[in-house]
């Protein structure tokens, strides 16, 4: 079974701030990766994933990730945060099945105060 | 360009009424979709995936049903609604098969039931 944690439910950060999200998980077979963005009331808009090369891969509006497979971790990143960035991030996992299924985290509501 | 049209953007329903979603992909053919459902507050749980027309998958067990009458419409329904029901419906589509195809989601449909 795989499973992924979100360590963090909320992060508060202030306008201009770096901000880290934390995305750990638990399968031991070949998986993709990927962050998603949801903002209040919306549907979930893609950001980035992760399958093979280089572990660090960027994404839109500046975000960008870096696998880990020591670690099992997946984390997202921002140099700098807008207050647009305020939302609910999902980190992802999916491995090879015939269901195209994504198994979620719960979620990291990031707050950037202005 | 594509785009995923979910329908209706809302509904409010009695308990023991009938239910039916609709999600239209429009710009891409014969893509895989899915259905997820999102407790309020929660994490994203997948229901349903199809990869072509009259053929689906049901991948977890919530009283609900799907079809695919059309290549790019995807239907969820129920002939009776529980309060679990409740929540956001999201549809999702998928280019192709394996396991790094990125999915993108739909604007959902947020259901209350009474």
């Known amino acids: 079974t795989q499973t992924v944690s979100q360590s963090d439910a909320h992060v508060t950060v202030f306008e201009g701030d770096s901000v880290e999200l934390r995305c750990n998980y638990s399968y031991g077979g070949s998986i993709y990766l990927s962050w998603y963005i949801q903002h209040h009331g919306h549907g979930l808009q893609f950001l980035l994933k992760y399958y093979s090369g280089n572990p660090v891969v960027q994404g839109v509006n500046g975000f960008e990730a870096e696998f880990s497979k020591s670690d099992s971790s997946f984390h997202l990143r921002k140099a700098s945060v807008h207050w647009s960035d305020s939302a609910v991030y999902f980190c992802?996992?999916?491995?090879?099945?015939?269901?195209?299924?994504?198994?979620f985290g719960d979620g990291t509501v990031l707050t950037v105060k202005p | 360009a594509q785009t995923i049209h979910q329908w209706p953007v809302a509904e409010i329903k009695a308990v023991g009424s009938p239910l039916s979603l609709g999600c239209t992909i429009k710009?891409?053919?014969?893509?895989?979709l899915y259905w997820y459902w999102q407790a309020t507050g929660g994490t994203l749980q997948q229901l349903f995936y199809s990869i072509t027309v009259g053929q689906v998958e049901s991948v977890v067990q919530l009283n609900l049903s799907a079809s695919r009458p059309k290549d790019d419409q995807f239907i969820l329904s129920t002939e009776k609604l529980l309060l679990s029901h409740s929540g956001f419906y999201l549809c999702?589509?998928?280019?192709?098969?394996?396991?790094?195809?990125?999915?993108?989601f739909g604007p959902g449909t947020r259901l209350l039931v009474l």
């Open positions: 992802a996992v999916s491995h090879n099945t015939n269901t195209g299924k994504l198994t």
């Open positions: 710009g891409k053919s014969s893509p895989n």
């Open positions: 999702a589509w998928s280019l192709g098969w394996v396991n790094q195809d990125t999915q993108y």
